[in-house]
């Protein structure tokens, strides 16, 4: 039987601001602010929530308090001054034209966004990022094709309607997936990380390395984590019977099942290394994506598959729970090399499991 072997080397231009509140909020959320660049974080979201990268256009954000330039835009507005008992009192104050109605829901929409992203800029301070996260577009409606990339096909493939193996997913988004492996570093500072910047990632766990303390990854799915397979003992499974992969395979499904409540989808064979009796192994466990890797990330370095070494959107991104015994740094250093290239590049980070 044929082994299939991998490499196992370890916009936002062009945003407009017309006095809406939508493109303001859109700016909001989708510019990946430098951060520092002096002035401007204290106190005012306002001026950081649309403050460009360098290269990019750049935004003429109003200063904070000229948001109700939103009721232009708003249809009811009109009416609602109409209907103002102050009209035509003389007596009465009129209301300063530039105050915000609060109330208004798009008013309401805007200053969340904004609250969301200073939040997201104070975080990225905390960690020392080099620039905010760019936060990705919602969740497509319709979902992409996921197919076996070429090459890495087993005989049968189709046929017996095998999971699809695959190291990218199809999209136009400029959004990248982030996926972890083993389960051995275990640091409460890379979940307190994660979890104040807001970026999604998909883990990938060994019974074995993950047994001393359960309750770490159980945080770790509270925080909105999904936890699939990576076998019980992580052995390499080429050379093992149908019978044996099976239970490596089916044997962690249960264990995840008791220990997190959920059967996960997903698996991800050990090095990256599978045959035809794994992904049968893998479809009579419940497993119905079989995901790699186009890009690995270190604490100090980047590996890639295309001989190009670009990272393309859709891109699945590899990366381990490892900590200073296994390399020189942290979970958050490594973190940390992974998001400043991807932000520099214009990419989001966005959840894998919402694009299958
Ligand atoms: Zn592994």
């Known amino acids: 039987m044929r082994?299939?072997?991998?490499?196992?080397?370890?916009?936002?231009?062009?945003?407009?601001?017309?006095?809406?509140?939508?493109?303001?909020?859109?700016?909001?959320?989708a510019s990946g602010c430098a951060q520092g660049g002096g002035g401007g974080h204290r106190g005012?979201?306002?001026?950081?929530?649309?403050?460009?990268?360098?290269?990019?256009?750049?935004?003429?954000?109003p200063p904070p308090g000229e948001v109700p330039d939103a009721h232009a835009k708003d249809p009811h507005s009109r009416d609602r001054h109409a209907k103002d008992p102050h009209a035509g009192d003389p007596h009465a104050k009129a209301p300063h034209p530039k105050e915000p109605?609060?109330?208004?829901?798009?008013v309401k929409k805007f200053r969340s966004a904004q609250a969301a992203h200073a939040a997201r800029v104070a975080a990225?301070?905390?960690?020392?990022?080099?620039?905010?996260?760019?936060?990705?577009?919602?969740?497509?409606?319709?979902?992409?094709?996921?197919?076996?990339?070429?090459?890495?096909?087993?005989?049968?493939?189709?046929?017996?309607?095998?999971?699809?193996?695959?190291?990218?997913?199809p999209t136009k988004q400029r959004v990248v997936?982030?996926?972890?492996?083993?389960?051995?570093?275990?640091d409460p500072a890379f979940l307190r990380m994660m979890s104040e910047l807001q970026v999604p990632y998909t883990a990938?766990?060994?019974?074995?390395l993950i047994k001393e303390d359960y309750g770490y990854f159980k945080r770790m799915q509270r925080d909105g984590v999904v936890l699939n397979n990576h076998t019980l003992h992580h052995?390499?499974?080429?050379?093992?019977?149908?019978?044996?992969?099976?239970?490596?395979?089916?044997?962690?499904q249960e264990v995840i099942e008791r220990r997190y409540g959920k059967r996960p989808l997903l698996f991800r064979p050990p090095f990256g290394n599978y045959?035809?009796?794994?992904?049968?192994?893998?479809?009579?466990?419940?497993?119905?994506?079989?995901?790699?890797?186009?890009?690995?990330?270190?604490?100090?370095?980047?590996?890639?598959?295309?001989?190009?070494?670009?990272?393309?959107?859709?891109?699945?991104?590899?990366s381990h729970f490892r900590g200073r015994e296994d390399w020189k740094g942290t979970m958050p250093d490594m973190i940390r090399r992974f998001l400043n290239k991807v932000t520099a590049e214009g990419y989001a980070v966005a959840r894998l499991e919402d694009y299958l």
């Open 235 to 252: 052995p390499y499974l080429p050379a093992l019977s149908y019978y044996r992969q099976r239970y490596e395979i089916c044997g962690m």
């Open 44 to 61: 005012g979201a306002g001026h950081e929530a649309v403050r460009p990268t360098p290269s990019r256009q750049p935004l003429k954000a």
């Open 124 to 169: 990225a301070r905390h960690w020392r990022l080099a620039r905010v996260p760019l936060t990705p577009p919602p969740p497509p409606v319709r979902k992409p094709r996921i197919t076996t990339r070429a090459g890495f096909e087993v005989d049968g493939h189709d046929e017996l309607g095998l999971p699809p193996v695959f190291t990218t997913v």
């Open 204 to 208: 990938f766990l060994s019974d074995y």
């Open 101 to 106: 109605h609060a109330k208004d829901p798009q």
């Open 3 to 29: 082994v299939v072997r991998q490499n196992d080397k370890s916009r936002r231009n062009g945003v407009r601001i017309r006095g809406g509140i939508a493109a303001l909020t859109a700016a909001a959320i």
């Open 177 to 186: 997936f982030l996926t972890i492996d083993d389960g051995a570093e275990k």
């Open 275 to 318: 045959n035809r009796n794994t992904l049968r192994a893998a479809k009579s466990c419940g497993i119905e994506y079989v995901p790699l890797w186009n890009e690995e990330v270190f604490v100090d370095h980047w590996d890639y598959r295309e001989w190009d070494r670009k990272i393309r959107p859709g891109d699945i991104v590899l």
